[in-house]
T-cell receptor
Framework: KQEVTQIPAALSVPEGENLVLNCSFT??????LQWFRQDPGKGLTSLLL?????REQTSGRLNASLDKSSGRSTLYIAASQPGDSATYLC??????????????FGTGTRLTIIP | GAVVSQHPSWVICKSGTSVKIECRSL??????MFWYRQFPKQSLMLMAT?????????EQGVEKDKFLINHASLTLSTLTVTSAHPEDSSFYIC?????????????FGPGTRLTVT
């Protein structure tokens, strides 16, 4: 059974700092890994998707890495801004017990950027 | 990009009644749709996977007679919460995957907040 853990559970940093969010997963047989952002009471916004054959993806100030063999991914946010405050979710796409694909979500990191 | 909509965005119902939530892929055809549930301060949990024209596959612990899923077309899936109770109050989110091989990326709807009184 795939388990996804995110550390830390909450993080507060001053505006302008660079920061790293961590995600670990137990089963390395995955199709891809995705990072999402969720604002309070809202749905998900997809940030980055890394295929299992890739090592990293970049979009603007965001960079996500994937080390499938060790079951780890990091999301790097450069020059943080107050608008980055949200909960960040890591999700791993693999096979379920039924042979279907299944996204397993992590517990999330609640990020607060202090102006 | 691929857009998924949900309706309604929020609903309040009385205990014992049934509620239907719609999930639509607006600009692509989705052979597979997924339904998730998120309780306050918790992460998303997959409830079921539905393929167009066939029965949904439910995750362990999810009652299929209580959460009825219909995926009658390539652009529409519905989740009906039957005989809702306060413990069913949650945020329900659907996602859809495009047809064909490729990235296996899922596109998520904005969610539906259900409150059962």
């Amino acid at each position: 059974k795939q388990e996804v853990t995110q550390i830390p559970a909450a993080l507060s940093v001053p505006e302008g700092e660079n920061l790293v969010l961590n995600c670990s997963f137990t089963d390395s047989a995955i199709y891809n890994l995705q990072w999402f952002r969720q604002d309070p009471g809202k749905g998900l916004t997809s940030l980055l998707l890394i295929q299992s054959s890739q090592r990293e993806q970049t979009s603007g100030r965001l960079n996500a890495s994937l080390d499938k063999s060790s079951g780890r991914s990091t999301l790097y946010i450069a020059a943080s801004q107050p608008g980055d405050s949200a909960t960040y979710l890591c999700a791993v796409n693999g096979l379920s017990n039924f042979g279907n694909e299944k996204l397993t979500f992590g517990t999330g990191t609640r990020l607060t950027i202090i102006p | 990009g691929a857009v998924v909509s949900q309706h309604p965005s929020w609903v309040i119902c009385k205990s014992g009644t049934s509620v239907k939530i719609e999930c639509r892929s607006l600009d692509f055809q989705a052979t597979t749709m997924f339904w998730y549930r998120q309780f306050p301060k918790q992460s998303l949990m997959l409830m079921a996977t539905s393929n167009e024209g066939s029965k949904a596959t439910y995750e362990q612990g999810v009652e299929k007679d209580k959460f009825l899923i219909n995926h009658a077309s390539l652009t529409l899936s519905t989740l009906t919460v039957t005989s809702a109770h306060p413990e069913d109050s949650s945020f329900y989110i659907c996602s859809a995957r495009t047809t064909g091989a490729g990235s296996y990326e899922q596109y998520f709807g904005p969610g539906t907040r259900l409150t059962v009184t």
